[in-house]
C-alpha cells in the first residue's frame, strides 16, 4: 500500500517543529557564551550533585540527542530506542566482563553493537513514517527485550549483569567523582558529533527531509537512505549512552531495555524542546535530577511528579524549555532593535 | 519516432481501485521541445505526471529516458536521469532560504549530502551559482529569506530555480502560472521561454494562452486517454477539442 508514496500535498501539511531556528541564528557571541557556559556547568556538576546523578545526567544527556538526532532533525519519532542503548549496555558490560578492556573501549564495542542492530531496524522502519514509524520501532525494541529476558545464560536474564568493571590502565575509577571526569570527554566528543552531523551537508539534507519527502526525493534525495543513515547514527550515539550508563552503575538490569525507558527518552526530549539539541540535555539533567531528588524524599509515585511536570510543560511551553527560552530570548532581541 | 524522443510512454496506464486515471496512453516528447499536456480536471495530467517522474508506480506500460527503460523507478533516481519537475501545489522547505534552496538541488548530484562529519560550510562553494540562478527567475535580492515568507507568485518562481538547479534534461512543470494574477503570469511565460533554450519541457497548464505563448507540441487529454496531439493552432481548431474543452475555456473568456 506504499504505492501512492508522498505526494506534494501530503508535505504541505507537515508544519516543522520552530526550535532549531531560533538558536541557529543566534548572534555567534551568544552561542560563544552559552557553550563557555555548558562546559563550566559540566566540569562543575559532580561538585553539585551526588557524582553518581551527575554521571547519569551525562548518560542520559547523549541518549536523549541521539533521540533528537530523529525526532527533531530527521521527522521520526522512535519509541524504541531502548533497543540501542539497552543492547549497548548488554554488549559493553559484557565485553568488560569477560574480555577485561579498558572501559572506553567496551563502550565503543556496545555502541558499534547498537549501530549495528539499527540497521536492520532501521532499514524496515524507516519505510513507514509517524506513529507506524513509532509502533515498529517499537514492537523491535519489546522483541530485543524478550531476547535478553529468555537468554539467560548470557544476560543473566532478570538478575541481571552484576559486577562490570570500570577498568582503565593506571587508573583507579571506582570513586563516582573521578569516574565522572574519565567518561566527561567521551561525552563532549558524542555531544560534539551530533553537533556536527545537524550542521554538516548530511544534516541540512536532513531537515529537507523532515519538512517534505517528497520534495527531496523530487530533487534526487534518497529519502530512505538518509533516514537509515540518520537512524544507525542515532542508534550508535544511544548506545554510547548505553554503554557508559552500564558502567556507571556496574550493572545492567533488563530496565535498559524496557519501553519506559524508551518512553523516557522521547519525554526528556520533549521537555527539553523537540529539534534543539541542547535541550535534550538540558531535559536530562532535569529529569534525572528531579527522579532522584522523589526517590530520596520517600515519595512513592515518582511518575505521577514527572508526568505532571511533563504535562505542564507540554501545555505551557509547547516548544520545550530550550526552544521556549531561545524563542524568547530572540524575541526579546527583536524588540531591542 | 520512439528513438527520437527524448521522453517517450508507451501504452502508460495508472489504476485506482477501479478507476483507471491514466489509460493506455502514448507519448512522444522531441527533444528542446516544449510539450504541453492540456485537458479538463480529472482528464489524468497529475497522474500522468506522476507516473513519469517516478512518483507513482504505473499499472501498466512502459516509459523511456533518451531510450533508457525508466519504468517503475523511484522519484530520486528517476530525478538523477534527469528529469526535474515542480509541485502543482507549491512544495518548498519553509524553515530553508530561497539560497539554501537551490544549493540543496544543486549538492543533489554531488554525494555531499552524505558527509555528516563535514561542516555545513563545505556548501558555501553553491553560493555563487545558487544566486545566478535565483537572479535569473527575479529572486536575486531575495536569497536570504526563508521560503515560508515568500509572496506566492516568488515561491512558484524559485520552484523553478530549483528545478533548474538540477540542470534537467526534461523540465516538467505541473501548472506553473496556477493561482497567479496577469503580471505573474506574463513574467512566468517570459521566464520559461528564457530558460527553455536547450531544454525539453513538459507543461501542464490549464490557462490557453500560456499553452498557446508556449508550446511547440499539444496533447489533449480527457478521460485518461489522449484525445488530440499536434501543433497548437492545429488542435486549437479541432472540433473535438473545442467541444470538450478548449470551446468551454473560450465561452468562459
Not at chain 1, 6 to 34: E, I, Q
Not at chain 1, 68 to 91: N, P
Not at chain 2, 94 to 116: I, K, N, T, Y
Amino acid at each position: 500500500m506504499t504505492s501512492t508514496v508522498d505526494t506534494a500535498a501530503d508535505a504541505s501539511r507537515s508544519t516543522p517543529p520552530s526550535g532549531l531556528v531560533a538558536v541557529a541564528h543566534a548572534p555567534g557571541w551568544v552561542r560563544y557564551a552559552l557553550l563557555a557556559v555548558g562546559l563550566a556547568v559540566a566540569v562543575w556538576l559532580p561538585n553539585g550533585l551526588y557524582p553518581a546523578v551527575a554521571v547519569d545526567i551525562l548518560c542520559w544527556a547523549l541518549f536523549a540527542v541521539a533521540v533528537d538526532l530523529l525526532l527533531g532533525f530527521t521527522g521520526l519519532m522512535s519509541f524504541g530506542h531502548a533497543a540501542f542503548w539497552g543492547a549497548s549496555a548488554y554488549v559493553t558490560g559484557l565485553v568488560a566482563i569477560h574480555a577485561g578492556l579498558p572501559f572506553p573501549l567496551a563502550v565503543l564495542a556496545g555502541a558499534l553493537a547498537a549501530a549495528l542492530l539499527a540497521v536492520p531496524i532501521g532499514y524496515l522502519a524507516v519505510k513507514r513514517t509517524g506513529i507506524y514509524f513509532a509502533m515498529v520501532t517499537l514492537a523491535f525494541a519489546q522483541m530485543v527485550y524478550y531476547v535478553a529476558n529468555e537468554w539467560r545464560s548470557v544476560t543473566q536474564g532478570e538478575n541481571g549483569l552484576q559486577g562490570v568493571p570500570r577498568s582503565f590502565p593506571g587508573l583507579d575509577l571506582t570513586d563516582d567523582y573521578y569516574f565522572y571526569y574519565a567518561i566527561l570527554p567521551i561525552v563532549l566528543l558524542g555531544l560534539a558529533a551530533a553537533w556536527r552531523i545537524v550542521h554538516s551537508p548530511f544534516g541540512r539534507v536532513l531537515v529537507g527531509i523532515r519538512d517534505n519527502p517528497a520534495r527531496a526525493r523530487a530533487l534526487g534525495y534518497p529519502v530512505h537512505r538518509y533516514k537509515l543513515t540518520a537512524f544507525v547514527l542515532s542508534g550508535f550515539i544511544a548506545g554510547l549512552g548505553g554503554g557508559l550508563f552500564a558502567v556507571g552503575h556496574r550493572f545492567v538490569s533488563l530496565d535498559v531495555l524496557h519501553w519506559t525507558t524508551s518512553g523516557k527518552a522521547v519525554i526528556v526530549v520533549v521537555l527539553g524542546g523537540i529539534g534543539t539539541l541542547w535541550g535534550g540535555v538540558l531535559g536530562a539533567a532535569i529529569v534525572v535530577r528531579l527522579e532522584d531528588w522523589l526517590s530520596f524524599s520517600g515519595f512513592e509515585a515518582i511518575g505521577l511528579v514527572t508526568g505532571g511536570i511533563f504535562v505542564l510543560v507540554v501545555v505551557l511551553f509547547r516548544r520545550g524549555i530550550w526552544g521556549s527560552a531561545a524563542a524568547l530570548a530572540r524575541r526579546l532581541a527583536l524588540r531591542r532593535r | 519516432m520512439a528513438g527520437q524522443a527524448l521522453l517517450s510512454a508507451r501504452g502508460l496506464t495508472r489504476d485506482f481501485r477501479g478507476f483507471r486515471a491514466v489509460d493506455e496512453i502514448d507519448l512522444d516528447v522531441a527533444p528542446e521541445s516544449v510539450h504541453a499536456l492540456v485537458g479538463p480536471n480529472g482528464a489524468g495530467k497529475t497522474t500522468l505526471f506522476n507516473l513519469l517522474t517516478g512518483f507513482l508506480p504505473p499499472s501498466g506500460g512502459r516509459i523511456e529516458l533518451a531510450g533508457r527503460d525508466i519504468t517503475g523507478l523511484p522519484p530520486e533516481r528517476v530525478a538523477r536521469l534527469g528529469v526535474a519537475r515542480s509541485f502543482q501545489i507549491t512544495s518548498l522547505f519553509p524553515q530553508l532560504s530561497a539560497r539554501e534552496h537551490v544549493a540543496l538541488a544543486l549538492q543533489s548530484s554531488s554525494g555531499l549530502g552524505w558527509r555528516f562529519w563535514r561542516s555545513a560550510k563545505l556548501l558555501d562553494r553553491y553560493t555563487e551559482r545558487a544566486d545566478e540562478l535565483l537572479a535569473m527567475v527575479g529572486l536575486a535580492e531575495l536569497a536570504q529569506a526563508p521560503s515560508a515568507a515568500l509572496a506566492y507568485g516568488r515561491k512558484r518562481a524559485l520552484e523553478l530555480a530549483i528545478a533548474l538547479a538540477l540542470d534537467p534534461k526534461v523540465l516538467l512543470l505541473d501548472e506553473p502560472t496556477a493561482g497567479m494574477g496577469l503580471e505573474d503570469v506574463d513574467r512566468t511565460v517570459e521566464l520559461i521561454s528564457r530558460v527553455r533554450a536547450g531544454r525539453t519541457v513538459v507543461l501542464v497548464e490549464h490557462n490557453m494562452s500560456v499553452v498557446g505563448r508556449l508550446a511547440d507540441t499539444v496533447t489533449v487529454l480527457q478521460a485518461g486517454k489522449v484525445l488530440v496531439e499536434g501543433p497548437y493552432e492545429q488542435v486549437r481548431a479541432d472540433e473535438r477539442v473545442i467541444t470538450a474543452y478548449l470551446g468551454a475555456a473560450d465561452a468562459a473568456r
